[in-house]
């Protein structure tokens, strides 16, 4: 089975603190992505990766940075937390280039910006 | 804009009823559509695939259907679990090699004892 890991499930940090959450994988995905869930809103695309040192935006991308060294980890960054950026975080990643196969999600890190 | 649109937003049953979630969708071309289950505190797991030619595909007790033509889909839980009490999600993926799908808000699912 997949196993999609979030360092922390639950973060707590004051506003303008720089802010690391790190997700790593164990089936060599080359793609993974990162979203953040609110209620009523769903899951929302931040930023993706589709291979090593590969980003590319997604549709909430301000206020975050990314940073995919190795292939298994991929971490997202809050470069000065604010508190609109309380969320809960999802990881995911999916074997590329097979359109039927499915995102597998970590069990999310719930953030919370003071 | 591609859109994903779940209804309804928040459903309560009792234990042993059956019950209907509907998904609308915009995506297009299409390529497929998956329903994902969420338990509270988890991350999403998949349920279930359906792919253009598919019209019905079956997971223990839950039942997807997908009609193309319409752009509709549904997903059927039968004699309904406290098990069942999750967030379920629809996600609708278009062609052309696209990594990202497009997701549905959810459908909040509470059964009752």
């Known amino acids: 089975d997949v196993k999609v890991t979030q360092s922390s499930r639950y973060l707590v940090k004051r506003t303008g603190e720089k802010v690391f959450l790190e997700c790593v994988q164990d089936?060599?995905?080359?793609?993974m992505f990162w979203y953040r869930q609110d209620p009523g809103l769903g899951l929302r695309l931040i930023y993706f990766?589709?291979?090593?040192?590969?980003?590319e935006k997604g549709d909430i991308p301000e206020g975050y940075s990314v940073s995919r060294e190795k292939k298994e980890r991929f971490s997202l960054i809050l470069e000065s937390a604010s508190t609109n950026q309380t969320s809960m975080y999802l990881c995911?990643?999916?074997?590329?280039?097979?359109?039927?196969?499915?995102?597998?999600f970590g069990d999310g890190t719930r953030l919370s910006i003071l | 804009k591609n859109q994903v649109e779940q209804s309804p937003q928040s459903l309560i049953i009792l234990e042993g009823k059956n019950c209907t979630l509907q998904?609308?969708?915009?995506?297009?071309?299409?390529?497929?559509l998956r329903w994902y289950k969420q338990d509270t505190g988890r991350g999403p797991v998949s349920l279930t695939i359906?792919?253009?030619?598919?019209n019905t595909k079956s997971n223990g007790r839950y039942t997807a259907t997908l009609d193309a033509d319409t752009k509709q889909s549904s997903l059927h839980i039968t004699a309904s679990q406290l098990s069942d009490s999750a967030s379920y999600i629809c996600?609708?993926?278009?062609?052309?090699?696209?990594?990202?799908?497009?997701f549905g808000r959810g459908t909040s699912l509470i059964v009752h004892p």
């Open positions: 089936m060599d995905h080359e793609n």
């Open positions: 998904c609308n969708y915009t995506v297009s071309p299409f390529s497929n």
């Open positions: 990766s589709y291979d090593v040192k590969m980003k």
């Open positions: 996600v609708v993926r278009g062609t052309g090699g696209s990594y990202i799908p497009t």
């Open positions: 995911a990643s999916r074997i590329p280039g097979q359109k039927n196969q499915p995102q597998h």
């Open positions: 359906m792919t253009f030619s598919e």
